[in-house]
Protein backbone atom coordinates (compact mmCIF):
# COMPACT_ATOMS: atom_id res chain seq x y z
CA UNK A 1 0.00 0.00 0.00
CA UNK A 2 2.64 2.48 0.96
CA UNK A 3 4.92 1.63 -2.29
CA UNK A 4 2.37 1.97 -4.42
CA UNK A 5 1.11 5.84 -2.68
CA UNK A 6 4.71 6.61 -2.65
CA UNK A 7 4.67 5.91 -6.46
CA UNK A 8 1.56 7.48 -7.35
CA UNK A 9 3.18 10.64 -5.45
CA UNK A 10 5.94 10.81 -7.32
CA UNK A 11 4.78 9.19 -10.50
CA UNK A 12 6.57 11.85 -12.97
CA UNK A 13 9.86 10.54 -10.96
CA UNK A 14 9.27 7.17 -11.44
CA UNK A 15 8.27 7.62 -15.23
CA UNK A 16 11.33 9.40 -16.32
CA UNK A 17 13.44 7.02 -14.35
CA UNK A 18 11.82 4.04 -16.13
CA UNK A 19 12.35 5.66 -19.30
CA UNK A 20 15.75 5.91 -18.60
CA UNK A 21 16.19 2.29 -17.71
CA UNK A 22 14.79 1.47 -21.32
CA UNK A 23 16.57 3.89 -22.98
CA UNK A 24 19.44 2.13 -21.81
CA UNK A 25 18.98 -1.05 -22.09
CA UNK A 26 18.05 -0.49 -26.08
CA UNK A 27 20.49 2.07 -27.35
CA UNK A 28 22.93 2.36 -24.40
CA UNK A 29 24.70 5.04 -26.38
CA UNK A 30 21.47 7.51 -26.84
CA UNK A 31 21.15 6.84 -23.09
CA UNK A 32 24.45 8.19 -22.49
CA UNK A 33 23.78 11.29 -24.20
CA UNK A 34 20.63 11.77 -22.99
CA UNK A 35 22.24 12.66 -19.06
CA UNK A 36 24.84 14.26 -20.90
CA UNK A 37 22.23 16.46 -22.19
CA UNK A 38 20.79 17.00 -18.90
CA UNK A 39 24.35 18.20 -17.64
CA UNK A 40 23.53 21.87 -18.15
CA UNK A 41 20.38 21.80 -16.59
CA UNK A 42 22.00 20.48 -13.30
CA UNK A 43 24.54 22.87 -13.43
CA UNK A 44 22.16 25.72 -13.68
CA UNK A 45 20.43 24.27 -10.92
CA UNK A 46 22.92 24.13 -8.79
CA UNK A 47 24.23 27.87 -9.54
CA UNK A 48 20.61 29.19 -8.01
CA UNK A 49 18.71 26.80 -6.16
CA UNK A 50 20.71 27.15 -3.35
CA UNK A 51 20.46 30.82 -3.17
CA UNK A 52 17.28 30.68 -4.02
CA UNK A 53 15.52 28.55 -1.10
CA UNK A 54 17.99 30.99 1.05
CA UNK A 55 16.72 33.68 0.25
CA UNK A 56 13.47 32.86 0.44
CA UNK A 57 13.65 31.64 4.23
CA UNK A 58 15.69 34.66 4.67
CA UNK A 59 12.73 37.14 3.73
CA UNK A 60 9.98 34.73 4.82
CA UNK A 61 12.48 35.21 8.36
CA UNK A 62 12.63 38.62 8.20
CA UNK A 63 10.26 40.62 6.22
CA UNK A 64 6.86 40.60 7.85
CA UNK A 65 3.22 39.94 6.35
CA UNK A 66 2.02 43.52 6.46
CA UNK A 67 4.78 44.59 4.55
CA UNK A 68 4.04 42.25 1.67
CA UNK A 69 0.57 42.52 1.57
CA UNK A 70 0.56 46.98 1.36
CA UNK A 71 2.92 45.73 -1.22
CA UNK A 72 1.58 42.77 -2.85
CA UNK A 73 -1.83 42.08 -1.74
CA UNK A 74 -5.46 42.79 -3.49
CA UNK A 75 -5.25 46.15 -2.34
CA UNK A 76 -1.58 46.74 -3.71
CA UNK A 77 -3.39 47.77 -7.37
CA UNK A 78 -1.43 49.28 -9.85
CA UNK A 79 1.79 49.37 -7.51
CA UNK A 80 1.65 45.72 -6.82
CA UNK A 81 1.52 44.94 -10.47
CA UNK A 82 4.42 46.87 -11.12
CA UNK A 83 6.46 45.65 -8.32
CA UNK A 84 5.93 41.96 -9.80
CA UNK A 85 7.47 43.09 -12.83
CA UNK A 86 10.61 44.36 -11.33
CA UNK A 87 10.74 41.07 -9.05
CA UNK A 88 10.27 38.81 -12.11
CA UNK A 89 12.56 40.75 -14.30
CA UNK A 90 15.72 41.06 -12.17
CA UNK A 91 15.14 37.29 -11.03
CA UNK A 92 17.69 34.37 -12.26
CA UNK A 93 17.68 31.26 -12.85
CA UNK A 94 14.27 28.81 -14.67
CA UNK A 95 11.12 28.92 -13.68
CA UNK A 96 10.68 26.77 -11.19
CA UNK A 97 13.25 28.78 -9.27
CA UNK A 98 10.19 31.32 -8.82
CA UNK A 99 8.09 28.35 -7.38
CA UNK A 100 9.29 28.78 -3.53
CA UNK A 101 9.44 32.33 -4.01
CA UNK A 102 5.76 32.29 -5.22
CA UNK A 103 4.45 30.43 -2.77
CA UNK A 104 6.12 32.28 0.77
CA UNK A 105 5.05 35.05 -0.86
CA UNK A 106 1.34 33.79 -1.36
CA UNK A 107 1.37 33.08 1.99
CA UNK A 108 2.00 36.19 3.54
CA UNK A 109 -0.64 38.15 1.67
CA UNK A 110 0.57 38.42 -2.23
CA UNK A 111 -2.22 38.87 -4.42
CA UNK A 112 -3.07 35.59 -6.75
CA UNK A 113 -2.42 38.06 -9.58
CA UNK A 114 0.96 39.69 -8.89
CA UNK A 115 2.24 35.66 -8.09
CA UNK A 116 1.14 35.13 -11.82
CA UNK A 117 2.70 38.17 -12.89
CA UNK A 118 6.03 36.95 -10.91
CA UNK A 119 6.22 33.98 -12.50
CA UNK A 120 5.47 34.54 -15.70
CA UNK A 121 8.11 37.93 -15.76
CA UNK A 122 10.42 35.22 -14.17
CA UNK A 123 9.93 32.90 -17.02
CA UNK A 124 9.93 35.55 -20.14
CA UNK A 125 10.92 38.78 -19.71
CA UNK A 126 14.41 38.64 -17.46
CA UNK A 127 16.61 41.20 -18.40
CA UNK A 128 19.35 38.53 -19.60
CA UNK A 129 17.07 36.85 -21.61
CA UNK A 130 16.15 40.05 -23.05
CA UNK A 131 19.78 41.39 -23.78
CA UNK A 132 20.43 37.70 -25.47
CA UNK A 133 17.40 38.36 -27.22
CA UNK A 134 18.26 41.50 -28.56
CA UNK A 135 21.75 40.15 -30.10
CA UNK A 136 20.44 37.38 -31.59
CA UNK A 137 17.08 38.74 -32.87
CA UNK A 138 17.48 42.62 -33.06
CA UNK A 139 16.93 45.49 -30.51
CA UNK A 140 13.30 46.26 -32.22
CA UNK A 141 11.94 42.46 -32.39
CA UNK A 142 13.17 41.80 -28.47
CA UNK A 143 11.23 45.53 -27.65
CA UNK A 144 8.00 44.86 -29.47
CA UNK A 145 7.95 41.04 -27.87
CA UNK A 146 8.86 42.69 -23.96
CA UNK A 147 6.24 45.06 -24.59
CA UNK A 148 3.57 42.66 -26.07
CA UNK A 149 4.39 39.63 -23.32
CA UNK A 150 3.95 42.61 -20.70
CA UNK A 151 0.61 43.88 -21.77
CA UNK A 152 -0.48 39.97 -22.24
CA UNK A 153 0.76 39.32 -18.70
CA UNK A 154 -1.05 42.20 -17.88
CA UNK A 155 -4.37 40.93 -18.89
CA UNK A 156 -4.16 37.28 -18.29
CA UNK A 157 -3.45 37.90 -14.76
CA UNK A 158 -6.21 39.40 -14.17
CA UNK A 159 -8.46 37.23 -15.92
CA UNK A 160 -6.41 33.87 -13.59
CA UNK A 161 -7.07 36.17 -10.52
CA UNK A 162 -11.00 36.54 -11.85
CA UNK A 163 -11.00 32.53 -12.05
CA UNK A 164 -8.36 31.04 -8.80
CA UNK A 165 -9.55 31.82 -5.49
CA UNK A 166 -7.13 32.09 -2.71
CA UNK A 167 -8.57 28.77 -1.46
CA UNK A 168 -7.22 26.91 -4.35
CA UNK A 169 -3.70 27.04 -3.22
CA UNK A 170 -2.93 24.41 -1.42
CA UNK A 171 -2.20 25.12 2.57
CA UNK A 172 -4.78 27.78 2.54
CA UNK A 173 -7.78 25.99 4.44
CA UNK A 174 -8.23 27.75 8.06
CA UNK A 175 -11.72 27.10 8.82
CA UNK A 176 -11.95 24.98 11.83
CA UNK A 177 -10.13 26.82 14.89
CA UNK A 178 -7.06 24.97 16.32
CA UNK A 179 -3.74 23.30 14.85
CA UNK A 180 -3.84 22.14 11.30
CA UNK A 181 -1.11 20.55 9.69
CA UNK A 182 -1.17 20.24 5.58
CA UNK A 183 -0.66 16.48 5.13
CA UNK A 184 -0.11 17.01 1.23
CA UNK A 185 2.34 19.72 1.48
CA UNK A 186 4.38 18.27 4.37
CA UNK A 187 7.23 16.69 3.33
CA UNK A 188 8.35 15.08 6.69
CA UNK A 189 11.32 17.49 7.12
CA UNK A 190 11.08 16.96 11.54
CA UNK A 191 11.40 20.33 11.95
CA UNK A 192 8.24 20.42 13.88
CA UNK A 193 8.62 17.98 15.66
CA UNK A 194 11.79 18.87 16.73
CA UNK A 195 11.02 22.58 17.72
CA UNK A 196 7.80 21.88 19.91
CA UNK A 197 7.93 18.01 20.24
CA UNK A 198 4.63 18.30 22.66
CA UNK A 199 2.35 19.25 19.95
CA UNK A 200 3.96 17.86 16.78
CA UNK A 201 5.09 13.91 16.38
CA UNK A 202 6.17 12.27 13.35
CA UNK A 203 3.88 9.40 11.81
CA UNK A 204 4.36 7.36 8.96
CA UNK A 205 6.99 10.23 7.38
CA UNK A 206 4.72 13.09 7.59
CA UNK A 207 3.82 15.31 11.29
CA UNK A 208 0.74 15.28 12.99
CA UNK A 209 -0.60 16.98 15.80
CA UNK A 210 -0.89 15.13 18.75
CA UNK A 211 -4.13 15.56 21.37
CA UNK A 212 -2.96 19.20 23.16
CA UNK A 213 -6.24 19.45 24.82
CA UNK A 214 -5.55 20.63 28.46
CA UNK A 215 -2.36 21.45 27.03
CA UNK A 216 -1.33 25.39 27.73
CA UNK A 217 0.37 26.35 23.99
CA UNK A 218 3.40 28.01 24.36
CA UNK A 219 2.59 30.94 21.74
CA UNK A 220 6.95 31.58 21.03
CA UNK A 221 7.08 27.84 20.53
CA UNK A 222 4.52 27.63 18.84
CA UNK A 223 5.29 30.18 16.56
CA UNK A 224 8.20 29.04 16.07
CA UNK A 225 7.28 25.73 14.35
CA UNK A 226 4.59 27.43 12.11
CA UNK A 227 7.20 29.50 11.08
CA UNK A 228 10.13 26.81 10.56
CA UNK A 229 8.11 24.92 8.35
CA UNK A 230 9.88 24.71 5.18
CA UNK A 231 6.48 24.29 3.30
CA UNK A 232 4.39 26.08 5.14
CA UNK A 233 2.09 23.34 6.21
CA UNK A 234 1.04 23.94 9.40
CA UNK A 235 -1.28 26.58 10.27
CA UNK A 236 -2.98 27.84 13.89
CA UNK A 237 -6.33 29.65 13.97
CA UNK A 238 -7.42 31.26 17.19
CA UNK A 239 -11.12 31.30 16.48
CA UNK A 240 -12.19 29.34 19.29
CA UNK A 241 -10.14 28.56 22.75
CA UNK A 242 -8.66 25.40 22.88
CA UNK B 1 27.52 33.12 -13.70
CA UNK B 2 25.89 35.49 -15.41
CA UNK B 3 25.64 39.01 -13.74
CA UNK B 4 22.21 38.04 -12.09
CA UNK B 5 22.90 35.04 -10.74
CA UNK B 6 26.05 36.36 -9.21
CA UNK B 7 24.03 39.81 -7.69
CA UNK B 8 21.13 37.38 -6.43
CA UNK B 9 24.34 35.19 -4.88
CA UNK B 10 25.96 38.73 -3.71
CA UNK B 11 22.82 40.09 -2.07
CA UNK B 12 22.05 36.69 -0.52
CA UNK B 13 25.24 36.24 1.13
CA UNK B 14 24.90 40.34 2.28
CA UNK B 15 21.46 39.41 4.03
CA UNK B 16 22.85 36.09 5.20
CA UNK B 17 25.16 38.17 7.11
CA UNK B 18 22.94 40.90 8.76
CA UNK B 19 20.80 38.46 9.85
CA UNK B 20 23.68 36.25 11.68
CA UNK B 21 24.66 39.56 13.20
CA UNK B 22 21.24 40.39 14.13
CA UNK B 23 19.89 36.74 15.44
CA UNK B 24 22.03 33.62 15.02
CA UNK B 25 19.07 31.74 16.31
CA UNK B 26 16.64 33.19 13.76
CA UNK B 27 19.22 32.57 11.00
CA UNK B 28 20.13 29.17 11.60
CA UNK B 29 16.38 28.35 12.18
CA UNK B 30 16.28 30.19 8.35
CA UNK B 31 18.77 27.98 7.11
CA UNK B 32 17.58 25.16 8.14
CA UNK B 33 13.82 26.32 6.81
CA UNK B 34 16.23 26.67 3.30
CA UNK B 35 17.19 23.01 3.73
CA UNK B 36 14.15 21.42 4.06
CA UNK B 37 12.71 23.32 0.66
CA UNK B 38 15.71 21.99 -0.72
CA UNK B 39 14.91 18.36 0.16
CA UNK B 40 11.12 18.99 -0.21
CA UNK B 41 11.81 20.06 -4.05
CA UNK B 42 14.81 18.32 -4.71
CA UNK B 43 13.64 14.67 -6.64
CA UNK B 44 10.66 16.86 -8.61
CA UNK B 45 13.36 19.20 -9.90
CA UNK B 46 15.88 16.43 -10.59
CA UNK B 47 12.99 14.70 -12.35
CA UNK B 48 12.43 17.57 -15.00
CA UNK B 49 15.96 17.70 -15.37
CA UNK B 50 16.08 14.35 -16.52
CA UNK B 51 12.90 14.21 -18.17
CA UNK B 52 14.37 17.79 -20.57
CA UNK B 53 17.45 15.32 -21.23
CA UNK B 54 15.24 13.18 -22.54
CA UNK B 55 13.10 15.39 -24.25
CA UNK B 56 16.18 17.29 -26.10
CA UNK B 57 17.30 13.39 -27.26
CA UNK B 58 14.21 12.73 -29.20
CA UNK B 59 13.31 16.31 -30.27
CA UNK B 60 16.84 17.99 -30.80
CA UNK B 61 17.24 21.94 -31.69
CA UNK B 62 17.90 21.43 -34.85
CA UNK B 63 15.08 19.04 -35.80
CA UNK B 64 12.64 21.92 -34.47
CA UNK B 65 14.09 24.37 -36.40
CA UNK B 66 13.89 22.47 -39.60
CA UNK B 67 10.00 21.61 -38.76
CA UNK B 68 9.38 25.17 -38.08
CA UNK B 69 10.84 26.31 -41.38
CA UNK B 70 9.32 23.39 -43.05
CA UNK B 71 5.59 23.88 -42.74
CA UNK B 72 2.80 26.39 -43.70
CA UNK B 73 2.73 29.77 -41.44
CA UNK B 74 -0.33 28.68 -39.29
CA UNK B 75 0.83 24.87 -38.86
CA UNK B 76 4.28 26.04 -38.01
CA UNK B 77 2.38 28.32 -35.70
CA UNK B 78 0.91 25.46 -33.70
CA UNK B 79 3.56 23.19 -33.71
CA UNK B 80 5.78 26.03 -32.44
CA UNK B 81 3.78 26.81 -29.81
CA UNK B 82 3.20 22.78 -28.75
CA UNK B 83 6.72 22.54 -29.10
CA UNK B 84 7.91 24.92 -27.05
CA UNK B 85 5.47 23.66 -24.38
CA UNK B 86 7.00 20.45 -24.29
CA UNK B 87 10.59 21.74 -24.09
CA UNK B 88 12.84 23.91 -22.44
CA UNK B 89 15.86 24.94 -23.97
CA UNK B 90 18.61 27.67 -22.30
CA UNK B 91 18.07 31.28 -23.54
CA UNK B 92 21.39 31.35 -24.90
CA UNK B 93 20.53 28.12 -27.55
CA UNK B 94 16.88 29.24 -27.97
CA UNK B 95 17.73 32.87 -29.74
CA UNK B 96 20.46 32.03 -31.35
CA UNK B 97 18.85 29.16 -33.03
CA UNK B 98 15.50 31.46 -34.14
CA UNK B 99 17.86 34.18 -35.05
CA UNK B 100 19.06 31.95 -37.76
CA UNK B 101 15.64 30.90 -38.79
CA UNK B 102 14.28 34.27 -39.23
CA UNK B 103 17.56 35.51 -41.07
CA UNK B 104 16.74 32.70 -43.07
CA UNK B 105 13.26 34.08 -44.08
CA UNK B 106 10.90 31.83 -41.88
CA UNK B 107 7.74 33.94 -40.60
CA UNK B 108 8.55 35.31 -37.01
CA UNK B 109 4.99 34.08 -36.19
CA UNK B 110 5.88 30.49 -35.44
CA UNK B 111 9.34 31.66 -33.95
CA UNK B 112 7.55 33.59 -31.66
CA UNK B 113 5.26 31.47 -30.58
CA UNK B 114 8.02 28.98 -30.21
CA UNK B 115 9.93 31.23 -28.31
CA UNK B 116 7.42 32.23 -25.61
CA UNK B 117 5.78 29.38 -24.85
CA UNK B 118 9.55 27.86 -24.45
CA UNK B 119 9.51 29.43 -21.16
CA UNK B 120 6.65 30.18 -19.99
CA UNK B 121 4.46 27.23 -20.85
CA UNK B 122 5.83 23.66 -19.01
CA UNK B 123 4.56 20.51 -19.15
CA UNK B 124 8.00 18.98 -17.48
CA UNK B 125 7.29 21.73 -14.81
CA UNK B 126 3.45 20.94 -14.23
CA UNK B 127 3.98 17.84 -11.57
CA UNK B 128 6.26 20.02 -9.36
CA UNK B 129 3.48 23.35 -9.97
CA UNK B 130 0.69 21.54 -9.53
CA UNK B 131 2.71 20.21 -6.07
CA UNK B 132 3.38 23.45 -5.01
CA UNK B 133 0.48 25.55 -6.22
CA UNK B 134 -3.00 23.22 -6.97
CA UNK B 135 -4.19 21.80 -10.06
CA UNK B 136 -6.54 24.55 -10.77
CA UNK B 137 -4.16 27.19 -10.40
CA UNK B 138 -1.50 25.51 -12.44
CA UNK B 139 -4.16 24.69 -15.52
CA UNK B 140 -5.63 27.75 -15.56
CA UNK B 141 -1.83 29.67 -15.52
CA UNK B 142 -0.60 27.41 -18.17
CA UNK B 143 -3.83 27.28 -20.15
CA UNK B 144 -3.53 30.90 -20.11
CA UNK B 145 -0.45 31.58 -21.10
CA UNK B 146 -0.25 29.24 -24.05
CA UNK B 147 -3.21 31.08 -25.54
CA UNK B 148 -1.42 34.17 -24.99
CA UNK B 149 1.79 33.42 -26.63
CA UNK B 150 -0.08 32.53 -29.74
CA UNK B 151 -1.96 35.84 -29.67
CA UNK B 152 1.58 37.65 -28.69
CA UNK B 153 2.91 35.84 -32.09
CA UNK B 154 -0.10 37.14 -34.27
CA UNK B 155 0.42 40.83 -33.39
CA UNK B 156 4.39 40.33 -33.59
CA UNK B 157 3.47 38.57 -37.17
CA UNK B 158 0.83 41.82 -38.19
CA UNK B 159 3.64 44.61 -36.63
CA UNK B 160 6.87 42.97 -38.38
Redo the contacts between chains.
Keep these: MTILKKIKE????VI??L??MI?FIINPT?GT??????G???K??I????????????L???VPKEKIMRYLGKDAKAKGVFLSFVVGS???????AA??M??MLHKKGAS?RNI?II??SW??I????LL??A???GP??MA??WV??VI??I??SW??AK??KDK???GEVLTQPGLHINRDAC?G?T?CAKNYPEVFEMKNKKAITKSYEGLDLDQDKLE?SI?????NAISFNEGNKI | MDVFTLAVWVVTLIFLGLSFAKDKVRTKQALKMALGMGKGMLASILSIIFAIGLILTFIPPAEIAEFLSGQSVLLATIGGALLGTITLIPAFIAFPLVGTLVDAGVSVIPAVAFLTTLTMVGVVTFPLEKKEFGAKFTAVRNGLSFLFAIAIALVMGVLI
Design positions: NLFLVAAYLMNTVKNSYYIEMMIMPVIFVLTALDMWISAGPIYFPCIIILSAVKVPMNEKFLQFIRLTAIIFISIIDLPMCLNNSCPV
